[in-house]
C-alpha cells in the first residue's frame, strides 16, 4: 500500500555534497526500519544506511562519516545527507521501508560522481 518516491539525484563533482529526498505516502514514523540502498553499475546493490524507528543507524562501513540519514515525520520523509562523495559513490539510490508485514521500495535516483 506504501509508496515510496525518491528524487535528488543528479551528477557532482568530488568532494561536494548532495541531499537526496525519500517521500512516503504512509507517515514515516509508521514504519519500523528506514533507509537507503545503492546500486553500482556492475555491482551487487548494498545497504547504505538502516535507521530503526527507535534505535540507531546502522551505515555501511564505506560511508561511515560521509552519509547521514535524516527523518522528518511532518513531511512523512526522509533524507540522505551526503558530503565528501567519491567517484565509487556513483551508483542507482533506492530509499527502503521496512513495516511489520512488507517492504517497500523505491524506483531510485542516479548520482554521478565525476570530474
Known amino acids: 500500500q506504501a509508496q515510496l518516491m525518491e528524487s535528488g539525484g543528479g551528477l557532482v563533482q568530488p568532494g561536494e555534497s548532495l541531499r537526496l529526498s525519500c517521500a512516503a505516502s504512509?507517515?514515516?514514523?509508521?514504519?519500523?526500519?528506514i533507509g537507503w540502498y545503492r546500486q553500482a553499475p556492475g555491482k551487487q546493490r548494498e545497504m547504505v544506511v538502516l535507521?530503526?524507528?527507535?534505535?540507531?543507524?546502522n551505515y555501511a562501513d564505506s560511508v561511515q562519516g560521509r552519509f547521514t540519514l535524516v527523518r522528518d515525520n511532518v513531511k512523512n520523509t526522509w533524507y540522505l545527507d551526503m558530503s565528501s562523495l567519491k567517484f565509487e559513490d556513483t551508483a542507482v539510490y533506492l530509499c527502503?521501508?521496512?513495516?511489520?508485514?512488507?517492504?517497500?521500495w523505491g524506483q531510485g535516483t542516479q548520482v554521478t560522481v565525476s570530474s
Open positions: 535507521g530503526k524507528r527507535y534505535g540507531s543507524r
Open positions: 527502503y521501508a521496512e513495516s511489520s508485514d512488507a517492504t517497500y
Open positions: 504512509a507517515k514515516s514514523f509508521s514504519f519500523t526500519t
